[in-house]
């Protein structure tokens, strides 16, 4: 198992990162979260969870040993693949996970994309024993604010992932106003806003821009 990976960052998309390891570029699948912290030209060091498949080798790479740990508990519940685990932590912190997990809160979990109401209460009775209790206050703090907070934390979230991309602070803050229509009508309906698909959906914006 590849544990972790550290060097220069060569390139970084929205979901990727490709660090140079021994003169190789390793390419990690990493959450918006992840990738906000990463600059270009600089060293970086990311955990790692190598997922084998019969066609693929797939690298994800992550902030700390924390959240890999999680990403790996999750996929212990039935249904949940690497990819799901990778949103369900691109939407919450590992902290605010456990307190959904512990407190019941199905809404927090609906909140990721691709888990409806009843996947969201299987998921609670599957994990329930799993992801422990929060390591910290900050656990229920970001789960609070992931389902029912205002714009600020998505926009800062947001903003930051476009800010690590290259983009010019008044750039990210045209596309973080392009797309808030968007996530004003998650956090109406009753989740949060969907921070990966409103980083995608930026990215789409300032290429028409430009």
């Known amino acids: 198992m590849i544990a972790f990976v550290s060097g220069p ?4 998309a929205p979901t990727l990162a490709v ?25 970086a060091r990311l955990a790692t969870s190598l997922v084998v498949r019969e066609d693929s080798l797939t690298l994800y790479g992550f902030a700390d040993d924390d959240e890999r740990q999680v990403f790996e508990l999750l996929q212990t519940a039935s249904g949940v693949g690497p990819r799901l685990a990778q949103a369900m932590l691109g939407v919450h912190s590992p902290d605010a996970l456990r307190t959904a997990v512990s ?13 409806g109401k009843k996947g969201a209460q299987k998921l609670l009775l599957e994990l329930k024993d799993k992801l422990g209790t929060p390591l910290g206050t900050s656990g229920l703090v970001g789960a609070q604010r992931a389902v029912a907070s205002g714009p600020a934390p998505w926009s800062e979230q947001l903003s930051a992932a476009l800010i690590g991309l290259g983009y ?27 921070v990966p698909q409103l980083l995608r959906a930026a990215l789409q914006s300032l290429n028409r821009a430009r």
């Open 9 to 12: 960052v060569a390139a970084l």
């Open 103 to 115: 407190t019941g809160d199905e809404k927090a979990l609906m909140a990721v994309p691709g888990i």
């Open 19 to 43: 660090i140079e390891v021994g003169g190789v570029g390793m390419a990690v699948q990493c959450t918006p979260n992840t990738v906000s912290g990463l600059r270009i030209g600089e060293q």
């Open 168 to 194: 010019a602070s008044r750039e990210a803050d045209e596309a973080v106003s392009a797309v808030a229509p968007q996530a004003e009508a998650a956090i109406a309906a009753g989740g949060s806003a969907p």
